[in-house]
Every structure is written in structure tokens, then in C-alpha cells.
């Protein structure tokens, strides 16, 4: 690749029209489908689209909406089995020029995680890389796949089960009358 697709990508704000959207399309070729997939950790990345416009909000803020899809190859957590998943979504950020703050040492997060501050430029690829990481399945689990129960103990002493962890397991035991009382 002669440069990052995010350079080629990026729009400059003080080029984007206030008056009117601004459509983008990024499909990225398949040296970089490659690239993404192996700094997002998968095993492939296929049909990666981002479509969407960037459009004002007020004077100096920006909002980019779009459509995501992509299908992505991982490993199951239970077999190591190719695992394909196919994702579509809606995403939205939203650039603010002026992001407020806060002096203290300890603050909450904010629970919008959609805003991004301003910059010179807004670049869709850098926000479907960050979409496609933020949508990729965590535990991607083939179909049937099961973790099957695994018993470990000392020489000569009884593995403890999952039955035998739960606290009122043995409730019922207690509860039928023994031999004794008869």
C-alpha cells in the first residue's frame, strides 16, 4: 500500500459543505482486509462495507451516520473451529468542536461512547475500523459446540462436580426421611 487508507479516506472539515451531506463509500481492497484482520485479531475479514454521509449539526459540530457490514472467520472458544459471522449495523458518531473537561482526578465516563471530539479531518475508515472492533462477536461459538465438564482431583479423593458446587445441592437429601427414624 503506497499510503494508510485512513489518510486517503479522511475528509477535511473546513472542506465539507455546511448546506448539504457529504456521501462516502469505503470498501477496502484485499491487502487491507488482511491488515485489519490481522490487527483485530481474527482469522478473516470478508464483505466489509461502510457506507454513510457527514453532515452539520449547528455551526461547528458534525454527525457521521452509516451502514456497517461485514462478515468476519474466528475461532470457536470451545472447538478452535472456524466460526463465521456475518454482521450488519447502524453507526453514528458525533464530532464536537468543544468537548467539556472535568479538572477533578476521578470522573464518571460518559455513557455516550459515540462522541468523538473535532479534528482537522473525519475519517469513515477510522470509524469502521473502531466499528468493526466494537461488533466483533466476543465468544463466537460453532453451532452444537459444548464445554464438556472437566474433573480434576487429588490421588485417592472424589472430583468435585458442578452438582456438588451448587449451595443447596444436597437440600434434598436432608429433607427425605432416613433409615434411622424407623
Known sequence: MSSHPSE??????AELPQNRPTQFSVVPDADTLRAIAHDLGV?????????GEIKARGKRDWTLTGKLGFTVVQPCVVTLEP???RIDTQVERLFLAHI????????EMAEDDNVDELGETISPFDVMVESVALHLPQYP??????LGQSLHAE????P??????????GLADLMKPSDKDT
Request: hydrophobic share 30%.
Open 8 to 13: 486517503t479516506t479522511a475528509l477535511r472539515v
Open 43 to 51: 482469522d478473516t475479514l470478508r464483505k466489509l462495507r461502510f457506507e
Open 83 to 85: 466460526v463465521i459471522s
Open 100 to 107: 467539556a473537561t472535568p479538572e477533578e482526578e476521578e470522573v
Open 141 to 146: 461459538r460453532k453451532d452444537g459446540a459444548e
Open 155 to 158: 490421588p485417592g479423593t472424589k
Open 160 to 169: 468435585m462436580t458442578d452438582e456438588d458446587t451448587r449451595p443447596f445441592a
